[in-house]
């Protein structure tokens, strides 16, 4: 793995947002334009070599890193939603998270049948947030050609939970 700028920007922050939560907080690497640039770059590497044709974030930080990632490949953008944020008509997953509970959505057209999709978050812990993710992709038709996050929290095995679809994470904690 490359020697990223991002590794020495990426700040702990123990007990947030509970107590044994140790949360990594990527806000530093967004208000570094070359290191948040090399972070799309390698990216956007990824995700042609897949052959994405259309990047899905995931809500919020997802979409931080899932709108440039989209706009420099040249692709669609879809997002994946918290509940009751989507307007039009949605599909819905719940899943679990290494803090709770949470509800995403995508609108019933976001994704063309048979459409290579990328789902890009800042960060896979459980992997249960992109395992939701790509539950709703298949249930709209698409094809999940892979995963792509900053940071992988390796502890928690979220390769296994994601099985099947190849996951491209630039830093492992
Ligand atoms: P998971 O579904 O367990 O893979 O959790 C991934 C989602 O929760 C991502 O959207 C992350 O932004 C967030 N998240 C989970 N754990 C952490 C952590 N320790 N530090 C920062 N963000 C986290």
Redesign the pocket.
């Known amino acids: 793995m490359p020697n990223l700028l991002a590794e020495a920007l990426i700040r702990d922050v123990p007990d947030f947002p509970k107590p044994g ?4 907080d990527i806000t530093p690497v967004l208000e570094d334009p070359a290191a948040f640039q090399e972070v799309i770059d390698l990216l956007v590497e990824d995700a042609k070599a897949k052959g994405a044709e259309v990047i899905v974030g ?1 809500e919020s ?2 979409f931080v890193f899932g709108t440039p990632l989209a706009l420099q490949a040249k692709l669609p953008f879809a997002m994946a939603r918290k509940l009751g944020k989507l307007p039009y008509e949605k599909i819905t997953e719940e ?1 679990a ?3 709770g509970t949470n509800i995403v959505e995508m609108h019933i057209d976001a994704i063309k049948p048979g459409q290579k999709a990328y789902i890009v ?10 395992a939701a993710a790509r539950n709703l992709v298949a249930r709209l038709g698409g094809e999940v050609v892979g995963f792509g996050c900053m940071i992988e ?1 390796t502890f ?1 095995d ?1 390769r296994k939970t994601l099985e099947g679809i190849p996951v491209h994470a630039l830093l492992q904690f």
Do not use: H, N, S, V
């Open positions: 939560i140790l949360f990594k995931i930080r997802g899943y998270l290494e803090y978050d800042d960060l896979m812990a459980t992997g249960g947030t992109a929290l928690l979220g």
